[in-house]
């Protein structure tokens, strides 16, 4: 920045024509030019930098600049304005210093006006003094949207990984289990050829059916067997089956231990058939329950991935307007743990609920309200180590239902407590966290009449959010 001695000819008509002075009388503008610093940046160089006060109004007359923020070790472009425009301090406002970096991107011409002239300015132009804080709401008002909007962003990119996550297991799964399903359907002609073969009766078939169908409702119980238990089935069946001179008997152990086969089931069946019948049985019924065990999984993946796209609306309230509705506080809380449930596996997170289900439902607008225990639940995650323990607890006080989350991690400083609800603080390291998260989430519990509070000691940590039952 240059800070040139003399002014432009033609610097009070520029100023004149600025749309913040438009009408303004000739002897103001004049004050404005004489009070005032006459500035000029070249493409590249800095307004303001982050972290540093800011005693000036700028003015600027021809050019534009760019906002610039350092996140995640990158600067990130926060939006760009163009001359003529008015930036910097404004009567009135209680800024002290920039939060993010301001680049000139063409040259710009312009004045800066010192703080120390603002109460003279109210004696030389109260119009001046009204326009300038129409100014400041203004930016107010925008500095909001995009506050809440970059805030949203935030807590979007935090889900969106996991949800990919969790999304992508299940549909895998289901790709694999379609693709065996596939061989195994193509690979059934010869064993079916096998069994037709054998002329079994239908009272042998019968019998066997009863033997081999009731199975299917035991799949997934060996998991209740140990390792070794498991394995020592296998090998009793094995051993079985190659005393029977059954074919493929390793392949067949696989998949009856997995459906809960004993040796007396195999003997049963064996009682039935003919000798040379058993093999073909055997293997036909290992094919069966192959296609069952197939298609139980694609079943529960596909439960899986409808449960978490119900997760998701319920979460966003995709179907929903942004109205207020009356409803029952844990579903919010519960959809919001499902959306950070790849978060809480991957610290073996234990959770423990108490949850007042005849707690009765809050008017809220739901999807500003799953926003903030996202960042609740969230920072507790972030804060506890490995295996730690997440208590959420729901209930009714008087005409008011409350939310505590209690995390056991390290607690909260006693010199940060009381900040921790303020713009733009963060405890979290670079490109972690905006400092946005809480301070959202007291304005919106605000906007919902309620209040958030924290308490905090090494090892207990709770964040408390008391809603009105109605809004009225």
Not at 109 to 135: A, I, P, T, W
Not at 187 to 212: A, G, H, L, R
Not at 274 to 296: H, S
Not at 345 to 362: C, G, L, N, S, Y
Request: hydrophobic share 40%; net charge negative.
């Amino acid at each position: 920045m240059k800070t040139l001695d003399t002014m432009p000819a033609d610097l009070l008509p520029q100023l004149a024509e600025h749309p913040t002075f438009q009408g303004l009388p000739s002897e103001v503008i004049q004050w404005v030019a004489d009070k005032s610093e006459y500035v000029h940046y070249e493409a590249g160089d800095e307004l303001f930098q982050p972290n540093t006060p800011v005693n000036h109004m700028s003015i600027l007359l021809t050019g534009a600049y760019k906002v610039v923020m350092a996140q995640g070790g990158e600067l990130r472009e926060l939006g760009t304005w163009d001359a003529p425009m008015i930036t910097g301090l404004l009567p009135f406002s209680r800024m002290k210093e920039a939060k993010a970096a301001g680049l000139a991107l063409p040259e710009i011409h312009g004045l800066q006006l010192h703080k120390d002239h603002f109460v003279e300015m109210v004696n030389v132009s109260y119009e001046l003094v009204q326009r300038l804080v129409g100014h400041l709401s203004d930016r107010i008002r925008d500095f909001e949207q995009n506050r809440l909007q970059q805030e949203k962003l935030m807590s979007l990119g935090k889900l969106s990984a996991g949800l990919a996550h969790e999304l992508n297991n299940p549909a895998s799964a289901i790709v694999r289990s379609v693709e065996e399903l596939y061989t195994q359907v193509h690979s059934s002609p010869e064993e079916f050829k096998e069994v037709i073969t054998m002329k079994i009766t239908p009272e042998e078939t019968d019998e066997v059916n009863e033997i081999i169908f009731p199975k299917v409702q035991k799949l997934g119980q060996f998991e209740d067997l140990s390792l070794l238990e498991q394995e020592s089935r296998k090998d009793d069946l094995i051993d079985w089956l190659e005393d029977h001179e059954v074919d493929q008997a390793e392949d067949l152990a696989d998949t009856f231990v997995e459906f809960c086969f004993g040796e007396d089931d195999l003997d049963d069946i064996a009682d039935v058939l003919k000798p040379e019948a058993l093999g073909p049985v055997l293997r036909w019924a290992k094919r069966v329950l192959t296609m069952e065990k197939i298609v139980a999984e694609i079943r529960e993946s596909s439960e899986r991935i409808a449960g978490l796209v119900s997760s998701v609306k319920a979460y966003t309230h995709m179907d929903q307007a942004a109205s207020i509705e009356a409803r029952p506080i844990h579903e919010g809380v519960k959809s919001t743990m499902m959306m950070l449930k790849h978060k809480i596996k991957a610290k073996q997170i234990q959770i423990d609920k108490d949850i007042d289900f005849d707690a009765p439902p809050v008017e809220i607008r739901a999807g500003e309200m799953n926003q903030v225990w996202t960042n609740i639940l969230d920072n507790a995650i972030d804060a506890m180590e490995v295996g730690g323990k997440l208590h959420v607890r729901t209930y009714r006080k008087h005409h008011n239902v409350l939310v505590d989350i209690t995390d056991n991690g390290p607690g909260i400083p006693e010199d940060v407590i009381g900040r921790i609800f303020d713009p733009f603080f963060t405890t979290k390291g670079v490109g972690e966290g905006t400092g946005l998260g809480l301070e959202v989430s007291r304005r919106i519990v605000e906007k919902h009449k309620g209040v958030i509070e924290v308490s905090s000691a090494p090892g207990k940590t709770t964040f408390t959010v008391c809603l009105p039952i109605t809004q009225s």
